[in-house]
């Protein structure tokens, strides 16, 4: 059994920073691709970032580039994702997703909990 553990999340004040961090764990399970998603309340779930594990490859959402960051710790089993110059779109639950094969969105079946982020104005 995979899990994902998010952290990081918090209130912080438009142009304010945040770090959430995805830990992995489970044994006998190799993850090609983790990913970053985003769901605001009414609104449909959306990719924010994704990397391949290992070559360190990164897809970012139009929205985010420029200012959000994702980074891998193979050593941990860690993925980060640096927000920089948040603002109040960006608030919304943010789910850790790891993909045993491509980074398209139908490959990620594991799935974390969500860890909140709210930028207010």
């Known amino acids: 059994q995979v899990q994902l553990v998010e952290s990081g999340g918090g209130s912080v004040q438009a142009g304010g920073s945040l770090r959430l961090s995805c830990a992995a764990s489970g044994y006998g399970y190799s993850s090609k691709c983790m990913g970053w998603f985003r769901q605001a309340p009414g609104q449909e779930r959306e990719g924010v970032a994704r990397?391949?594990?290992?070559?360190?490859?990164?897809w970012y959402a139009d929205s985010v580039k420029g200012r959000f960051t994702i980074s891998q710790d193979n050593a941990k089993n860690t993925v980060y994702l640096q927000m920089n110059s948040l603002k109040p779109e960006d608030t919304a639950l943010y789910y850790c997703a790891s993909s045993s094969s491509t980074c398209v969105t139908d490959s990620f079946t594991y799935w974390g909990q969500g860890t909140q982020v709210t930028v207010s104005s």
């Open positions: 990397i391949v594990i290992g070559p360190g490859f990164t």
